[in-house]
């Protein structure tokens, strides 16, 4: 492993600035889920029953709407999607900490339907700005920024709420927003390379990549987060079982860092791994996890194998993925994978939590590992059933040999 790869990335004209605007709009993005779940739970006093459905309305509504954004993105360019989406998260965020619940819920299904595409749109401008040879450093580096995000977001949101109260909070996460999709309509990142703009013309039919291939990548894509919110669920369990809350904070961190590790350390390999590897190990190190005692730094301890596949796992799915798809369908192929990974950690919950509380948090690390490679195993016998894998241009087009990338703006202006 060698930094070369980072430097070499990183010297790609765009691709900083894009991996830095990417990682501050996702910051309010992660902060949405814990803000509403508090507001309705706490500032409402409605319990967190009636917060877990404003949750669900949203992500149902995220989960919609992910592909439908991309398409758009891939038949009208970037910057109109991202105006209307802009403009529909100010307008909610502005008005939410006032609306009774009966309407939040509606709201917020509608704010997830037109939800800021910041996670798809910044990994369909990478695939667009960097050659092929080089996109699987892009996605790592790309999904430990992720991970970063989803360490500030909610935590900032906890400690807005605690001082500020969800009000301000609420319209806090709408000016960042606005100011988030404002930072991608100046960026206005490339979504298609010069050399693929060629493909604009060209219709792609959905059957040349929607293949019993391509919907196996997506139940990997789901396995993965499925296995990462129920090993987080299981361990927050676990340290409260035990008498630890007041660790836990500390503990996912050290968690997220190992994912941090194993990105940094994945996206510097001379050669990468299939997303079924990958997946199947992260899930089969985490069902031995919950048979440790002893404190919760054993247990943190413990995740230290499974943890540093988190990152390379979610990122060789989006590699692979820039390479099955089509260019003139990428938007909406982000968009599905976007999709899946929200599936994923949505199923997690109610399974997990229903063995946890039916018979204790070890099971709820048996069952996150044992369903993620159950789903690894479901996706196997369709992997080579997948869409033809894009031709990697030669050296020397697409800025390959010179590392220049495309000059076209994705709005066609």
């Avoid at 796992?313 to 994978?337: I, K, Y």
Wanted: proline share 7%; glycine share 12%.
């Amino acid at each position: 492993m060698a930094l070369d790869p980072y430097r070499r990335l990183l010297k790609i004209p765009g691709v900083p600035a894009l991996l830095l605007v990417g990682l501050l709009a996702r910051i309010p993005s992660t902060a949405m889920g814990m803000t509403l779940t508090l507001h309705v739970a706490v500032a409402l006093d409605l319990g967190y029953g009636k917060a877990g459905l404003i949750t669900m309305a949203n992500t149902i509504g995220m989960a919609i709407g992910s592909p439908l954004s991309g398409r758009f993105v891939d038949k009208h360019g970037l910057r109109p999607v991202l105006i209307v989406t802009t403009v529909a998260q100010a307008a909610f965020w502005a008005c939410a900490w006032a609306l009774p619940y009966p309407v939040l819920i509606g709201a917020a299904a509608l704010a997830g339907l037109l939800a800021l595409p910041v996670f798809s749109v910044t990994r369909q401008c990478l695939a667009a700005l960097v050659p092929v040879p080089q996109r699987r450093s892009a996605f790592a580096l790309d999904s430990m920024l992720v991970e970063l995000s989803y360490m500030a977001g909610p935590a900032l949101a906890v400690a807005g709420l605690t001082a500020f109260g969800s009000g301000v909070t609420m319209i806090v996460i709408g000016v960042g927003t606005t100011a988030a999709g404002l930072g991608l309509i100046v960026l206005n990142a490339p979504t298609r390379s010069a050399d693929e703009l060629a493909e604009q013309a060209v219709k792609v039919p959905r059957r040349q990549w929607i293949t019993p291939g391509f919907a196996a990548l997506l139940g990997t894509t789901a396995a993965a987060t499925f296995v990462l919110m129920a090993t987080e669920l299981s361990l927050v369990a676990t340290m409260n079982q035990a008498g630890q809350t007041e660790w836990v904070g500390l503990a996912v961190a050290v968690w997220c860092v190992y994912s941090l590790i194993g990105g940094f350390v994945y996206g510097g390999l001379s050669r990468g791994f299939s997303p079924l590897t990958l997946i199947a190990s992260m899930g089969l190190l985490t069902i031995p996890v919950g048979l440790v005692s002893g404190g919760w730094q054993w247990l943190v301890l413990a995740l230290v194998p499974a943890g540093l596949l988190c990152a390379p796992s979610l990122s060789a799915t989006v590699d692979l993925l820039s390479r099955w798809v089509p260019t003139g369908a990428r938007g909406e192929a982000m968009g599905l994978h976007a999709t899946a990974l929200l599936i994923g950690g949505a199923a997690a919950a109610p399974i997990v939590g229903a063995v946890i509380d039916g018979s204790g948090p070890v099971w709820g690390f048996v069952v996150a590992g044992v369903v993620g490679v159950a789903m690894v195993l479901a996706a196997a016998p369709f992997w080579s059933r997948r869409p033809p894998e894009q031709p990697t241009p030669p050296l020397g087009e697409e800025g390959a040999a010179t590392g220049m990338p495309a000059t076209t703006s994705s709005s066609g202006g």
